[in-house]
């Protein structure tokens, strides 16, 4: 594809993400008190229409040499976070507000969102992932009360997983940012967890390059008092919100490496397992 042709798309697609962004604010509008967590989500979405002007800006009236064009992989990696914290939001407004109308259209716009993401993605050359985020059906409670919504990850090359509804976003930011006892988002410190270090677990490497240097994904979630609390990872899984049967609680495998970290269990698959941490205990042997 040409460079032209690169820039009038991604001005299309900015055009494309404040449209976007302007439903997702008429909904969290609607959702009143419990819109708030949508309505920071919608207004970063707006941001991230506003830098896409920018860059394309910069691509149309400077030289636009490849190392520019490299800023699509930032847009699409960005774009995808916002698309999982829209559908993270859509997923807890289900709890607590009966109107099922105002949390199907949020994950409609989480949905294009993906769709907008995976666009950036194949303008990137496919760079970012080669496998899409899907967003699941939220409208709904589950028929089954016995499913849970997971959200698996990684720290350190161990696969892990948590309840989504214990999550309340994941940001995507430099890692020299996440260093040191606390984390700040927003200008809210909060403590940060760091597993690397209490399980002697190989330090984060970005999976790909940013323009602007290395990120790392945080996620932030909410101990049994509601206070948040960061917790860095590797890297997530883009088809990593899924519906699941509850497991029965097994044995962590010794084997894995944040076994003695480990809340429980569940079987899974392939003879492997749903490993959850134990984030809120505070004595040993559990210390985290």
């Known amino acids: 594809m040409d460079k032209e042709k690169k820039i009038w798309y991604c001005e299309l697609y900015a055009q494309r993400l ?30 991230m229409a506003d830098r896409i002007v920018k860059y394309t800006e910069l691509l149309r009236f400077e030289s636009a ?21 829209t559908a993270i939001q859509a997923h807890n407004m289900v709890k607590v507000n009966m109107d099922f109308n105002i949390p199907k259209s949020m994950a409609v716009f989480a949905d ?35 499913r849970e919504t997971i959200f698996a990850f990684t720290i ?22 996440v260093e040191g006892g606390t984390f700040s988002l927003r200008g809210d410190k909060m403590p ?21 240097g290395d990120y790392q994904p945080v996620l932030i979630l909410e101990n049994k008092e509601g206070k948040p609390f960061a917790l860095p990872i590797d890297d997530l899984d883009f088809a990593a919100i899924f519906y699941t049967a509850k497991g029965t609680d097994v044995p ?17 698959v392939a003879g492997g397992q749903l490993v959850f941490l134990d984030l809120f205990s505070t004595s040993s042997p559990r210390p985290i």
């Open 112 to 146: 294009e969102l993906r769709k907008l993401t995976g666009a950036f993605n194949e303008l990137s050359g496919g760079a970012v992932w080669n496998k899409p985020f899907v967003i699941p059906e939220t409208a709904q409670p589950a028929k089954d009360s016995e």
């Open 18 to 47: 404040y449209t976007i962004c302007m439903g997702m604010l008429q909904e969290a509008a609607r959702a009143g008190e419990h819109g708030r967590g949508y309505g920071a989500v919608a207004l970063e979405a707006r941001n």
């Open 65 to 85: 040499d490849d190392d520019k064009f490299k800023g699509i992989i930032d847009c699409a990696v960005q774009l995808n976070f916002l698309a999982i914290n």
């Open 192 to 212: 940060l967890i760091d597993c690397y270090k209490k399980a002697n677990l190989p330090a984060f490497k970005s999976n790909f390059p940013m323009p602007s």
């Open 252 to 268: 962590v495998h010794p084997s894995h490496p944040l076994s003695k970290y480990a809340r429980h269990a569940w079987d899974a």
């Open 156 to 177: 350190g090359g161990a696969p892990l997983c948590e309840i989504l509804s214990l999550i309340r976003e994941i940001v995507y930011v430099p890692v020299e940012s």
